[in-house]
């Protein structure tokens, strides 16, 4: 199985460029283990108006149950909503949060 590496920055600006579509194999990687990951507690994507809005919500323990959702976490762009998820997941995996390692990777 594919390891995250916190020094694979160059994975999350790829996505940050590039986040509806084809990627490249070792960013399909990533993915692939964020998207894989245990259901309980993943953020996830509710779209609440079609083609228009999207709430941040995570997945409840047991399939069925309900979910948790971040009424105050709202996107109107699919292309931000996807961006803010694989930040929140970059930081579960990574323990960093991505804009902080962005600024110092660039100082």
């Known amino acids: 199985m594919y390891k995250i590496n916190p020094d ?3 994975l999350a600006e790829e996505f ?3 986040r509806i579509g084809l990627h490249s194999a070792d960013l399909q990687k990533l993915l692939n283990v ?3 990951a245990p259901t309980e ?3 996830v994507l509710i779209c609440t108006k079609p083609h ?3 709430v ?3 997945l409840p323990k047991t ?3 309900k979910l948790h959702m971040h009424h105050n976490r709202v996107f109107t762009s699919i292309e931000e909503a996807e961006w803010e998820v694989f930040k929140l997941r970059w930081k579960h ?3 960093e949060e991505f804009g902080s390692l962005s600024r110092r990777q660039h100082q």
Do not use: M, P, S, V
């Open 41 to 43: 507690g993943k953020f």
């Open 52 to 54: 228009e809005e999207w």
């Open 16 to 18: 940050r460029r590039n």
């Open 56 to 58: 941040l919500a995570q």
């Open 8 to 10: 694979d920055k160059h």
């Open 63 to 65: 399939r069925g149950g």
């Open 93 to 95: 995996y990574t323990g």
């Open 34 to 36: 964020f998207r894989g």
